[in-house]
């Protein structure tokens, strides 16, 4: 049977076209007891709107010589602790993800919710009134809430880890395989004692990825030796960290502030003379320095593409299963390592009959750092 149409619905129920698409619609013009039957009516036959050809079709009648450009909606969170990278970081997500909505016949334009932005409740009404059906939620630095958005209306997609309210698909950098891939170049490089230090927010917000990649590449790399990551709730200055550097001895440092190269100058290493710095974050870094960039211009544009998909399904509300798309990091060269042309020290042969020791660490435990081993 063919599919039913918004005319065959309305041949049907023995009303005009333009009655059945007003309750359809929700615009408030049609008798309480009139969209009931037309809802119980489409949904009896199976019918389902097709928003992109009812926004097309609203664009052209507003004007007959313009191009169709449907709107979607970047949705800020406001949150007055966010760390100042996180700013940079939402501008080129933004940037990546209104540029593929161009190239797919899209405008995105950005909305601030909460703090000195608009309530989220409010946000829904704008939303709906600019004919908005896509959202594209940019990621929180705390759990984010936006369920009061009236998602039966709404396809979305969020830019980072998950989102349990309410649980959306999701588009990520996939920081687990960028910290393995960052340890493996450094073994290549010859460094043998990496250590990591980072906020314990910025790990926890990504579900520990930086930690256990840290900890698994380690515990299964050989003589690849193992150095306490040092977490923080309130970040690290450089006394806490210039007793951890030399109570480690790492001969390269992984880390998101790069004020860490001042900090391991000043406690005598010569960078990249005898240790090395690698930022986590390249967009963090005040001096130049070898890290990570996370991609977050690509993420925006995987994101889009993914919202305009379910736009073309015709999918909307909160998802039954939520997918999780992550995307690699890129590995940025830099002179706070040794060059990438250098030789690689020697690997040294682990001794007949020993195996290497894979007791996990237990963070912040003095007897468990003693056992630490130590060089210098």
């Known amino acids: 049977m063919a599919s039913p149409t918004l005319r065959s619905l309305a041949r049907s129920l023995g009303l005009s076209h333009a009655t059945v698409s007003a309750a359809l619609s929700g615009s408030g013009r049609v008798k309480p007891a009139t969209v009931r039957r037309v809802l119980d009516a489409a949904d009896a036959a199976g019918y389902r709107a097709n928003p992109l050809a009812s926004a097309v079709m609203s664009e052209v009648r507003r004007s007959r010589n313009s191009t169709f450009r449907g709107l979607l909606a970047a949705v ?3 949150e007055p602790d966010r760390p100042l990278y996180a700013v ?8 990546g993800a209104a540029e593929r909505a161009a190239d797919l016949g899209f405008k995105l334009e950005t909305f601030v919710a909460g ?3 608009v309530p989220v409740h409010r946000l829904d009404t704008i939303l709906k009134a600019r004919g908005v059906r896509g959202v594209v939620l940019l990621p929180a630095w705390n759990d984010p809430d936006v369920s009061r958005l009236d998602w039966g209306r709404f396809a979305g997609v969020y830019t980072d880890y998950a989102i349990e309210r309410p649980a959306l698909h999701s588009v990520y950098p996939d920081h687990y395989r960028a910290m393995m891939m960052v340890l493996q170049h450094l073994r ?5 004692r990496p250590g990591m230090f980072v906020a314990a927010h910025q790990d926890e917000r990504i579900q520990y990825r930086w930690q256990a990649a840290y900890l698994a590449f380690q515990s299964n790399a050989g003589r690849f030796a193992r150095v306490i990551p040092t977490l923080k709730s309130t ?7 210039t007793r951890w550097f030399k109570r480690n001895s790492p001969d390269v440092v992984l880390g998101h502030r ?3 190269v001042d900090w391991m100058r000043a406690a005598g290493a010569g ?11 390249v967009l963090m870094k005040h001096i130049p320095c070898a890290g990570l960039d996370l991609q977050p211009n690509l993420v925006g544009s995987l994101a889009l593409e993914q919202l305009v998909a379910q736009l073309h399904r015709n999918e909307f509300g909160i998802p039954a299963v939520p997918s999780s798309t992550t995307v690699p990091a890129r590995w940025i060269d830099g002179p706070t390592v040794r060059p990438c042309d250098a030789r690689p020290r020697a690997a040294k042969p682990e001794p ?3 195996k290497a020791e894979m007791t996990p660490l237990a963070f912040g435990a003095p007897a468990a750092r003693d056992r630490l081993p130590r060089t210098g």
């Open 76 to 78: 800020d969170i406001a």
């Open 88 to 95: 940079r970081y939402h501008a080129d997500l933004v940037r």
């Open 115 to 117: 703090g000195d932005g």
């Open 188 to 192: 290549t490089l010859g460094y043998e």
């Open 235 to 241: 970040g690290l200055d450089a006394r806490e960290f």
């Open 258 to 260: 790069t004020e860490a």
């Open 271 to 281: 960078v990249p003379e005898t240790h090395g710095f690698v930022c986590l974050n």
């Open 352 to 354: 007949a009959g020993r």
